[in-house]
């Protein structure tokens, strides 16, 4: 599976955004799908996640109430609306695919848990004014 992310660049803070991870060679039907973001300095963490069938998702707190997961099958694409925008959301944005993560856990943002993971290259978000 391949994963390509867009959609991110520059807005002012209280903007929004949407990101798409899209897949080719591959559906992603039968994929988890989780949105994780890493700020110069940081280590890589999770913001949102979503179960193959998207019935389930999980969000951290930072981000609760302002973003949403969503994905389209058919479309092989994965969505990320991100509204209110903070500049502490500054950060390169990946998607990664993999199956066996419980979209439920309180652990399921846990990078660790997505080290096999398919990996899209990032498209960076920045939010200042």
């Known amino acids: 599976v391949q994963l390509a992310e867009s959609g991110g660049g520059l807005v002012q803070p209280g903007g929004s955004l949407r990101l798409s991870c899209t897949a080719s060679g591959s559906t992603l039907d039968y994929y988890e799908i989780g949105w994780f973001r890493q700020a110069p300095g940081k280590e890589r963490e999770g913001v949102s996640c979503i179960s193959g069938g998207g019935g389930s998702t999980n969000y951290a707190d930072s981000v609760k109430g302002r973003f949403t997961i969503s994905r389209d099958n058919a479309k092989r694409t994965v969505y990320l609306q991100m509204n209110s925008l903070k500049p502490e959301d500054t950060a390169v944005y990946y998607c990664?695919?993999?199956?066996?993560?419980?979209?439920?856990?309180?652990?399921?943002?846990?990078?660790?848990?997505?080290?096999?993971?398919?990996w899209g290259q990032g498209t960076q978000v920045t939010v200042s004014s």
């Open positions: 990664a695919a993999t199956g066996g993560v419980d979209i439920g856990s309180h652990h399921a943002l846990d990078p660790s848990l997505w080290f096999d993971a398919y």
